[in-house]
Nanobody
Framework: VQLVESGGGLVQPGGSLRLSCVVS????????MGWFRQAPGKEREFVAS?????????HYRDSVKGRFTISRDNAKNTAYLQMTSLEPDDTAVYYC?????????????WGQGTQVTVSS
C-alpha cells in the first residue's frame, strides 16, 4: 500500500491549503485515514482522522477544531485535509496514514510527508 501526499506549500497566516493523500495498492474504503504532523524539534502529533467503522466519524486535535476538515472520496482513493485560518504554529511536515478500520485504529501505512509553512 502506498500513500502519496500533495498540496503543501508556503502560505500567509490566515490563509488556506488543501492537502491530498492518494492511496494505491489496497482497498481504500476499508481503511481509516488520519493526518499527523511533525514540526522541527517536536514529536509527531495527531491532527485529524476519519473512521468509517460502524458509522463515519471524524476526530480532531483541539487546536485545529473549527479550522481543519478531514474528508475522503472513496471513488478517488483519496483523503483530504482542508486547512483554513492557518497559523504559524501549524507549520510542520504533514503526513497521511491509513490502517484497517475498526474501533481502535492502528495506522500501518504512511506517506512521505508534505511541508506546510505558515509565514508572512
Amino acid at each position: 500500500v502506498q500513500l502519496v501526499e500533495s498540496g503543501g506549500g508556503l502560505v500567509q497566516p490566515g490563509g488556506s491549503l488543501r492537502l491530498s493523500c492518494v492511496v494505491s495498492g489496497g482497498t481504500f474504503s476499508k481503511y481509516a485515514m488520519g493526518w499527523f504532523r511533525q514540526a522541527p524539534g517536536k514529536e509527531r502529533e495527531f491532527v485529524a482522522s476519519i473512521i468509517s467503522y460502524n458509522r463515519e466519524s471524524t476526530h480532531y486535535r483541539d487546536s485545529v477544531k473549527g479550522r481543519f476538515t478531514i474528508s475522503r472520496d472513496n471513488a478517488k482513493n483519496t483523503a483530504y485535509l482542508q486547512m483554513t485560518s492557518l497559523e504559524p504554529d501549524d507549520t510542520a511536515v504533514y503526513y497521511c496514514a491509513g490502517g484497517p478500520d475498526g474501533p481502535a485504529v492502528e495506522y500501518e501505512f504512511w506517506g512521505q510527508g508534505t511541508q506546510v509553512t505558515v509565514s508572512s
